[in-house]
């Protein structure tokens, strides 16, 4: 049987339909899905175990340690430099690995570490939990987009061979990434100042 022009199209239309809605609404959700089950904490640690960090750039490498009296600040800088640490700049930092999550794992060998910048990564963060267990995080490059860094966390192959990669926040990148003056608690000038006196009045000899 001889499909007439207008036939043909019709048939075509209705398939080129059928495989939009497929990879579109259907693979997609299905990839959605998985994406979602991939979504994961980075660590599993609460900020009130960890004792003392190791920040490290392409500029410093920033010694942390948690203040052991109760008073403020909770943070000290223990080297380049010694003295107390900004603690709003070192909770952002916290809050980002206690709360942080991997948007995404890719499982890929332990050679294409270089097409992520892991192996010459912009940063390296090392964790000393009380108990004395450590942790890491490695910083890489953004994504193609722009929206995610690549990073690892307690890096180690797999039986495979091959090692995870993790899509995380950027907000790492702008935790880490600071001049030290920014690390240091910041200075009250106010308490620098020189009391304020007001001289007396000379008296007057009388003639």
Do not use: C
Request: net charge positive; hydrophobic share 35%.
């Amino acid at each position: 049987m001889k499909l007439s022009k207008t036939t043909l199209i019709l048939i075509l239309l209705t398939l080129g339909l059928g495989s939009f809605v497929y990879f579109h609404e259907i693979r997609g959700a299905i990839v959605r899905d998985e994406t979602k089950e991939q979504k994961q904490q980075i660590f599993s640690f609460g900020e009130d175990e960890v004792q003392s960090l190791t920040v490290t750039t392409r500029k410093l490498t920033l010694n942390l340690e948690r203040n052991p009296e109760s008073n403020n600040p909770k943070w000290l800088i223990k080297s380049p430099v010694s003295g107390p640490a900004n603690d709003a700049i070192v909770s952002y930092l916290m809050d980002l690995l206690v709360k942080g999550n991997s948007e995404q794992t890719l499982s890929t060998p332990a050679k294409d570490l270089k097409e992520f910048a892991l192996d010459q990564p912009q940063a390296t963060i090392n964790i000393i939990l009380k108990n004395r267990k450590s942790h890491q995080l490695i910083l890489g490059k953004s994504n193609f987009n722009g929206r995610f860094l690549y990073a690892q966390a307690d890096p180690a192959a797999k039986p495979d061979g091959n090692i995870n990669v993790l899509l995380i926040s950027t907000d790492f990148a702008n935790a880490v990434n600071r001049e030290l003056s920014e690390w240091k608690q910041p200075v009250d000038n106010s308490q620098k100042l020189p009391p304020l006196t007001i001289p007396k009045p000379t008296p007057t000899k009388s003639k």
